[in-house]
């Protein structure tokens, strides 16, 4: 059983140690063109008093939001009109954020604390 948890831990670090690196050094599968200008997330990380997450852009548009577990099951998605979203169904633990922004779509980590 151990095994399992320490394969499954490897596979999320070895993903985000990746990313890391593909964006250090500019190389990745979306190009600039495919970016949402100014797309912000904060706080992150978040703790768990905090119940409101605020994303941001130059535009400020509509944006689509779906959230996922780190084991890839969608946990939230909804419409978000303004800035804040509202994490407070949230526990603890880290989460891929999907925003969609006049179809151009980015994806980000969050941490709940």
Do not use: C, W
């Not at 978040?46 to 941001?56: G, K, L, P, R």
């Not at 969608?74 to 407070?88: T, W």
């Not at 526990?91 to 779509?105: A, F, Q």
């Amino acid at each position: 059983m151990k095994n399992h948890y320490f394969f499954i831990f490897f596979t999320i670090f070895s993903f985000f140690a990746i990313q890391d690196i593909t964006a250090q050094n500019g190389i990745g599968f979306e190009s600039k063109n495919d970016k949402i200008e100014g797309l912000s997330i904060y706080p992150n990380p978040v703790t768990n008093q905090q119940n409101v997450v605020y994303i941001a852009s130059k535009k400020n548009l509509t944006k689509r939001v779906k959230v996922f577990n780190v084991l890839g099951k969608q946990v939230l998605a909804l419409h978000l009109v303004g800035k804040s979203l509202d994490i407070s169904n949230l526990k603890k633990g880290v989460y891929i954020l999907n925003i969609t922004e006049n179809n151009v779509s980015e994806t980000r980590k969050l941490v709940v604390k």
